[in-house]
């Protein structure tokens, strides 16, 4: 009975789905593979018998036949990335209308060559479930490493750790809406380094009764220190001692995104928090929210895109992935524009992966050119004209959503229409950022939307680290301190490795 055992089809599975995890531990959660990884269990388990029965009842080539496509499978997303645009002479070999024929001749030969072997295959079984054994074990080995080394990256939010008087605070029974569109410039930025005048958007904004603070600039360089930070009220310089400058853990400023201090104080008031997906890990589905809304039939997160990109699947990534891009933002506008119409005050989060890359609109709100990279990270002087056009027919979203929700809000709604941080189209890889970069990278649209004009409290250099300081001063009686705006840059590759760079993007 031994000698039947065949693992190693659901195991070269799921090597590559716990493989890309383990290399990208640091930034995830455990969570993010669990549906790929079931649909591979799926699908082995539904295959394998199948072919069991085709081939005669022979489970070594019904298991090799499956391992070979689950190879293929799973390896041609790596091979295209490796060919792609690669000549012969004049042929251009690296398309997919050559690679997809390779790939199919390889399996019809492979599951040709096994069901016609006549030798005895219980060695070669034995062999294949070794060898996946070991690729998953090195990958485990190291998913177990990184969960050891953090155990201690839990968080707790204490709402109330600055003030003593909050239980009895009054609060404002008004919908709260904090909207962050990914890497948004500022007005000032988009004239100087994109020759674009935003004046029309930010009119509109003004006129709203919006206090859109034209000098600020976001806290930190990225989004996972950008919303911890600004989630939580209060600055990141703790992180390196507690993680050390060594650290690229992700672990804890991410559960600080999920579990965040705003979050916590509002749902203590009676605020019902709803959450939008991102398709970004730690702003994709928030467990501790009251509502989770999937803006889109498909909840795919960065990683499983990410995966999806490495297997055969992605001969079609431009008409599923720049499709579910593209309708995750529209709908969460439709989404949101819904919160007039729910029962009681509620505190409305939506991170939106826009202007920021992959770019997936043009300026009047159609697909791009296939020719343009599909890329959540892809910056540089050409992708230029693709941010703007995305950044301008996002301008009509915003602006169409603001129209009906103050139209349909029983209350003037509190909102906060914020970037994370800025656009990096002048950034130069392996070049340290110069201060004209830094005005690029830090500088961000950042409007405030307080009910009866109360702006006493906002001034035009506020950073996203005071928001929600002012919002609860003015509106729930706290007594929160305002904090010393300052800004702060770090790599991606030393996150915590915090420079004060406060004077430069302030020209002091």
Known sequence: ?????????????????????????????????????????????????????????????????????????????????????????SLVIGRHRYLVIFWAALLVIGVVLIIKARIELTNFTKMLNIIAVCL???????????????????????????????????????DIYFIVLDGYASACILDEVYGYDNSEFIQFLEQKGFYVAHQSASNYPNTFLSLASSMNMEYLDFLTQRLGPESTDRTLPHNMIEQSRVMTFLQQRGYRYVHYSSGWGPTNVNQHADLNIAVSQYTWSEFQTMLFRTTALKVIEHNILRDVARMRVINTFDQLAQVPHMEGPTYAFAHLICPHPPYVFDRDGGPVDDDVDFDINIWGAEQKPHYLNQLIYLNQLVMDFVEQVFEESPTPPIMIIQADHGPRNTFVPGQHPTPDMFQEGFRILNAYHMPRQKHDLLYDSITPVNNFRVIFNTYFGTDYPLLEDRIYHSFENAPYQFTDITDIIYQQ
Request: hydrophobic share 55%; aromatic share 12%; charged share 15%.
């Open 1 to 89: 009975m031994k000698n039947k055992i065949a693992l190693h089809p659901l195991l070269f599975g799921l090597f590559p789905i716990l493989f890309l995890y383990s290399q990208n531990i640091e930034q995830l959660s455990f969570s993010e593979i669990l549906l790929p990884s079931g649909m591979v269990a799926a699908f082995v388990a539904v295959l394998l018998p199948l072919l069991w029965l085709v081939l005669k009842k022979n489970i070594h080539k019904a298991a090799m036949v499956l391992s070979l496509f689950m190879v293929l499978f799973f390896s041609y997303g790596h091979v295209y990335n490796m060919i792609e645009h690669r000549q012969i002479a």
């Open 136 to 174: 998953l074990l090195v990958s485990l080995l190291n998913i177990g490493f990184f969960t050891f080394r953090t155990a201690d990256s839990a968080w707790t939010a204490d709402a109330d750790s600055e003030d003593g008087e909050l239980e009895s605070s009054p609060h404002p029974q008004t």
